[in-house]
T-cell receptor, first 113, second 112 residues
Framework: ETGVTQSPTHLIKTRGQQVTLRCSSQ?????VSWYQQALGQGPQFIFQ???????GRGNFPPRFSGLQFPNYSSELNVNALELDDSALYLC????????????FGSGTQLSVL | QQQVKQSPQSLIVQKGGIPIINCAYE??????FPWYQQFPGKGPALLIA?????SEKKEGRFTISFNKSAKQFSLHIMDSQPGDSATYFC???????????FGTGTRLKVLA
């Protein structure tokens, strides 16, 4: 059983640029959630994808968008990057409706200069 | 109402001690409460979770105590080891939503 994998592990961008982060869900999992973790803080829910559709969104602006593919992998896109977008971006997968647990990847560390 | 308040922010214990981390919530609609452990450079890993119909749950050296009336829950780590040094997060969710609200984290250091 493979775990949640994220790429890239680290990324440096400049303000105003766009970025795409990728996530492969754990084998057998059909739901992917994205979280933003600022330094010294707990993860904050960005949005969730189930059956290739957005299924709930946290308090993040529309320049944060995502996709889920038929194989349940997912992308997080952030447009017009701001300095405050610098954070660890975590992907988590789960198996709806059978299991409540979230399994996290190691994250992508995004630095915006 | 959506917040989960976690304390303390940091904790230092001797090897073999029992660190206790506390969390409180306001929204009584929350009905799933997991705890996560995170090492530097890694994603959070699920330790143990509880639902409000149970007052205590043990898995290995980790125990959750749950007080529904006080809307509080806590994590106890028995016989703590230096390898337990990590950041611990409590979380809460509405059953079936798969969306977690996390506390701010507790940085634990276990001295050898």
């Amino acid at each position: 059983e493979t775990g949640v994998t994220q790429s890239p592990t680290h990324l440096i961008k400049t303000r105003g640029q766009q970025v795409t982060l990728r996530c492969s869900s754990q084998s057998g999992h059909n739901t992917v959630s994205w979280y933003q973790q600022a330094l010294g803080q707990g993860p904050q829910f960005i949005f969730q994808y189930y059956r290739e559709e957005e299924n709930g969104r946290g308090n993040f602006p529309p320049r944060f968008s995502g996709l889920q593919f038929p194989n349940y992998s997912s992308e997080l896109n952030v447009n017009a990057l701001e300095l405050d977008d610098s954070a660890l971006y975590l992907c988590a997968s789960s198996s709806r409706p059978t299991d409540e647990k979230l399994f996290f990847g190691s994250g992508t560390q995004l630095s915006v200069l | 109402q959506q917040q989960v308040k976690q304390s303390p922010q940091s904790l230092i214990v001797q090897k073999g001690g029992i660190p206790i981390i506390n969390c409180a919530y306001e929204n009584t609609a929350f009905d799933y409460f997991p705890w996560y452990q995170q090492f530097p450079g890694k994603g959070p890993a699920l330790l143990i979770a509880i639902r409000p119909d149970v007052s205590e749950k043990k898995e290995g050296r980790f125990t959750i105590s749950f007080n529904k009336s006080a809307k509080q829950f806590s994590l106890h780590i028995m016989d703590s080891q230096p390898g337990d040094s990590a950041t611990y997060f409590c979380a809460a969710s509405y059953s079936g939503t798969y969306k977690y609200i996390f506390g701010t984290g507790t940085r634990l250091k276990v001295l050898a």
